[in-house]
């Protein structure tokens, strides 16, 4: 059973019978990640995103409900009152028919409203339509960008004060980072259009990503709160220990999280066709996906690579490694000789039957 | 240990009165018929008209657009569509956008209405006078008797009373525009004309031509202007009726005028615009300040027209200082509004004029604002004109809510997999989360018109998991407590603690992130940021309300206390095989040591070690024997065992 066996598993990660060497194995994780940014950087550079209309201007009509769902009335119609557009028609969810042109003037989009309600014998009024300025993306982009800026500083600060380690801030932001722009190569590559509701799910990603990456790092500050009262580990081992004790919790919070996110993108994608609901299930998913890959494989690794460079954390290090060589840690060592990090199990009472009895006397 | 309960009691009777209070307050609501159950829809799922205007300033201009100016433009446009009779609209600002949202399917007009720029000008005042439709007796012998030629009565203000029929409703609503820096003296009354000089009273207009004057008018006062068709205009005009407040057209600026003072509702009728916004540099308002430099007390709105702007100014006030009241008021019109009418009390020729009066401050700053806004060379060009139709916005609102039920099953589902009995501890935390959202939001709909949106049901609807984590990371913390060894009771205890920080720092990164989003993005961002941040602080209020004293009250319980198999914290599945229960107790589940749970041979203390030792040495069986067990049990991550488990010494 499921529940079983992540409980078991999580059993031994907590005690350290079981642990991935994720810390240790950093390099492998931070190439794998600056390969696969590297790539969405050439991605978005080369390919590029493809804006919806909001970004780049234009016109667009949605007739819901028709009983033919063709796209040849509509072409028909747009020829006849603009023979210049090229319309991008196409099917959304069952019986919507949703029509992307250039800008049009304001007497043509009327005209155009009332030959589309001809064309598939609808009433005028039902059908829906979003005429764009070319500039107007421009300053939603705009928006984005200086809310994001703002954001980082100030969850820099907020991270960096709560932690009271810089480092541990800059290397939630770099995650951060690292999560957006994957989630935007990701579009890049798969020419998934770019909406304002894609950003309001990028922007989201921010605030979902910390939240991983923050309860990995309150754990990693609780193993390490006391490092320099004890010898048995290097800062290194107990991140490490964090991290695997923290995997059933990191795994259960995503799955919970994407659950939502997944049944918005189904019913998004399946039953309503493109809309706000896809856009934002659609960027949320990759980005909250991504994030908890991050906040493991990523934030944590980089906290201990930046934290390393601190003088007490290296000292205590050679400390620890030194006491390890002379045999006078206090350490469990596997068979292969490696330590195995873990919560100490304290005994449990025995009850009074385990006592000592007394002897004499009696 | 019954303090701890009595706390969590507490907690829960808090909860329940914030529930109560909430839906009591919404059911009042409801009886009086003030607001219905449900929230008021945005425009993208009700239906109607959005369109998003930003200002932009003429090329050239020197002055800068600020948030007053938006506030201006804003209450400009709303007058305009409360007067064009359209229901239920919002228009607000974000960033720096206005958004427009009509309900329905709004005519062209009313579209062009709303982008329509507004225009400031400065008209002579001709005529004062009631604010209800006159009959046509009244108003004809009116203009007859008040251009009566007697210019010793025009500079004082108090005779503003007898130059109209009927005092306007509040004398001192009239304000006078004195030169700050004009020696003249300003209440002189020089029985000698200056050369703008008295209308004929041949001026008088009686029926003549329709809407052209009868003879040219010797300048902007003469009564050469009011044409029968001003007159009849005037006359029909109906200043207690809120629609001629705005969307007014602002006539033909080489004409005259009619239009209706919104400082004191008195009907206006005006010669041509003299002087336009364009002329008009900046307005700011302050206290009042007597010539010799001390404060009166009052508040005045300071005028500063550009060199252009000065010339003609001084030439108005110059013809007006001398006009009998009421001409010699000047109108200044906002958007077919007549903002102010002062009494022109000297002449002013270095274009910095003040308008004092009985102001209060905020009236002195509105007055300031709303003429800066007009000096403005402004445009509202249109980003984004959208229409939704209500048929699609139901297929929205119904797709999206059948997309969170089925999230929300979902995530109740995984919880009971993977929590048992806790799983419905998470479910009931959810459904109240859900609740007071409800409520919430209904209220703010209510109370602030708050708009949920298809970004803010998705909003909503992401908040499901967000806030479900928050059960989890408390959960997980449980069983990291039970894992050490701790009775449940005590785990509760301590994991709360931890947690409690852990939830907190979390929800205020999320927090953060939405008020972040909330201020400064524009569009749907914000409906989504807003249902984002208030799910963050239900779900602290929630954790703290509800999820943790029921599990205070559930660790005292048969079934999770003694962790039962169902109850999702059980010790022996979390690997502890007894607890301690005090008093030197213990209850103990499984067989000793299984080792499937605890003891494996790559894990052996140096006690465990030496001991192992001294059996082989005796001959005893070893207590490793049962390991291998433990290899078979590892269902996952195989292959991360055999990665080199000693290079986690590789730390600095």
Known sequence: MMAGNLGTWGNKLHSGEKTYPIVAQRRRWFTISGVLMAISVALLLFKGLTLGIDFTGGTQYVVPDVANPDAAPAEEAVAEIDPGQEPRISVLGEDDIRVQLGVLDQ??????????????????????????????????GQAALQG????????????????????????????????????????????FEVTPATVIGFLTILGYSLYDTVVVFDKVRENTANLQSQHRYTYAELANLAINQTLV??????????????????????????????????????????????????????????????????????????????????????????VRVGALQPGGHLGVGAQPKRKGRG | MSKVTKGARTSLIWLAAILVALYALLAVGVLTGKTSWTPGLALDLAGGRQIILTP?????????????????????????????GVAEAEIATQGNNIVVSLPGNPSQSTVDLVAQAAQLQFRP??????????????????????????????????????????????????????????????????????????????ATPEPAASDVPAETPEDNSSFAWLTPQVMADYEALDCLAPENYGGRSMGDPDAGYVACSSSDLAKLAMGPVEITGDDLETASSGPEMSQ?????????????????GAAKFSEVTSRLVDLEEPRSQ?????????????????????????????????????????????????????????????????????????????????????????????????????????????????????????????????????????????????FERIRDELREGRSLKSAVDHAWKRARRTILISDAVSLLAAVTLYVLAVGGVRGFAFTLG???????????????????????????????????????QLGREAIYKGRGRVRTGAPARSGAATGGDDGLTLAERKAAQRRAAAGAPSATDVSAVNEAAEPEGADAVDAPANETKGGA
């Open chain 2, 330 to 474: 000047f109108a200044i019109v906002l958007d077919g509004v007549v903002i102010s009418h002062p009494v022109v009390q000297s002449r002013i020729t270095n274009g910095e004029a003040s308008i004092s009066g009985s102001f209060t401050q905020e009236q002195a700053e509105q007055l300031a604002n709303q003429l800066k806004f007009g000096a403005l060379p402004l445009s509202l060009e249109v980003q984004s004109n959208q229409q939704i139709s209500s048929t699609l916005g139901e297929d929205q609102l119904e797709k999206g809510l059948i997309a969170g039920a089925i999230g929300l099953i979902l995530v109740a589902l995984y919880s009971l997999v993977q929590y048992r009995a806790l799983g419905f501890v998470t479910i009931a935390s959810l459904l109240i989360a859900g609740g007071l959202t409800f409520a919430i939001i209904s209220l703010l709909s209510w109370g602030l018109g708050y708009r949920l949106s298809l970004a803010g049901i998705a909003g909503l609807i992401v908040a499901i998991g967000i806030t479900a984590d928050s059960f989890i990371v408390y």
């Open chain 1, 249 to 338: 919790r990191s795994i259960n919070t995503s799955v919970v999280a994407l659950l939502p996110v997944a049944s918005i993108l189904f019913i998004g994608s399946f039953v309503l066709g493109a809309g706000t609901l896809k856009d934002i299930a659609l960027a949320l998913f990759v980005g909250m996906a991504v994030g908890t890959f991050s906040s493991v494989f990523v934030a944590t690794p980089l906290e201990v690579t930046l934290r390393g460079s601190e003088k007490a954390i290296q000292e205590h290090t050679a400390k620890v490694l030194a006491l390890r060589e002379s045999g006078e840690a206090d350490v469990v060592t596997r068979q292969d000789g490696s």
């Open chain 2, 56 to 84: 932009v300033l003429d090329e050239g201009a020197t002055q800068e657009i600020d948030e007053s100016d938006l506030d201006q433009a804003v209450s400009v446009i709303r007058q305009r569509v409360d007067a064009s």
């Open chain 2, 534 to 572: 208030l799910t963050t602080v239900i779900d602290v209020v929630v954790v703290m309300l509800f999820t943790h004293p029921v599990m205070v009250l559930l660790a005292r319980t048969r079934f999770f206390g003694e962790g039962h198999k169902w109850s999702g914290l059980d010790p022996r």
């Open chain 2, 125 to 202: 005042v001709l005529l004062v006078g009631d604010p209800s439709p006159t009959t046509t007796d009244e108003t004809v012998t009116e203009p007859g008797a008040s251009p009566t030629p007697s210019p010793s009565a025009s500079p004082s203000a108090s005779a503003s009373a007898a130059a109209t029929p009927e005092p306007t409703p509040s004398a001192s609503e009239v304000a006078h525009v004195v030169g700050e820096a004009d020696a003249e003296p300003s209440a002189s009354p020089s029985p000698v004309l200056l050369d703008a000089g008295v209308p004929e009273a041949t």
């Open chain 1, 148 to 191: 994001l800026v703002i954001f980082l500083l100030l969850v820099f600060g907020v991270i960096a004060l709560y932690f009271r380690a810089w480092r541990m801030a800059a290397a939630a932001i770099v995650a951060l980072l690292h999560d957006l722009l994957f989630t935007a190569g990701i579009y890049a590559l798969s020419g």
């Open chain 2, 292 to 308: 010799t430099g001390s404060f009166t007390g009052g508040y005045e709105v300071r005028l500063q027209f550009n060199s252009e």
């Open chain 1, 107 to 140: 007497d043509d989009q009327i005209a155009l409203t009332s030959a589309l309600a001809e064309a598939y014998d609808v009433p005028e009024d039902t059908i829906s339509f979003d005429q764009i300025g070319p500039t107007w993306g421009a300053s939603v």
